[in-house]
């Protein structure tokens, strides 16, 4: 059985995306390795082993195009409203929460927000699928 270990985005500003997802998800460098022309950053937080890995080409002066196929990362927290409340006080100007519901009963909250770079993350109140 295959297990999923990472995500890929590329990023302009390496700081800047760093900096992101710690302040909005806790996630710090893992391990990080510097090659002549691009960066690889692993970032992961206590919660599990799955990690983001940042790809910064260097000289890369244009914004990435992320097309029509990217979707988004998603996370699972305890307190969506407590999590809601401290990005936006974080200055990481977060989408208002949305609820989905089905057969009369809560399927899913949660928000979305990007990082520096227009990547769209689904923060998602753990519930029922989405633990």
């Known amino acids: 059985m295959a297990k999923a270990i990472h995500v890929m985005v590329r990023v302009k500003d390496l700081d800047a995306a760093m900096n992101f997802y710690d302040r909005a998800f806790g996630m710090k460098v893992a391990e990080r390795f510097d090659f002549d022309s691009f960066?690889?950053?692993y970032l992961r937080n206590p919660e599990n082993d799955f990690e983001i890995e940042l790809?910064?080409?260097?000289?890369?002066?244009?914004?990435?195009?992320?097309?029509?196929?990217?979707g988004h990362v998603a996370f699972a927290v305890d307190d969506l409203d407590g999590e809601h409340a401290r990005l936006t006080k974080a200055g990481l100007t977060p989408n208002p929460i949305k609820e989905f519901?089905?057969?009369?009963?809560?399927?899913?909250?949660?928000?979305?927000?990007?990082?520096?770079d227009g990547y769209k993350i689904e923060v998602l109140q753990r519930h029922g699928r989405y633990q």
């Open 39 to 41: 960066t690889l950053v």
């Open 55 to 70: 790809t910064w080409n260097k000289g890369q002066a244009e914004p990435y195009s992320h097309g029509s196929g990217y």
């Open 101 to 116: 519901n089905r057969h009369g009963g809560l399927m899913a909250r949660f928000f979305f927000l990007q990082d520096p």
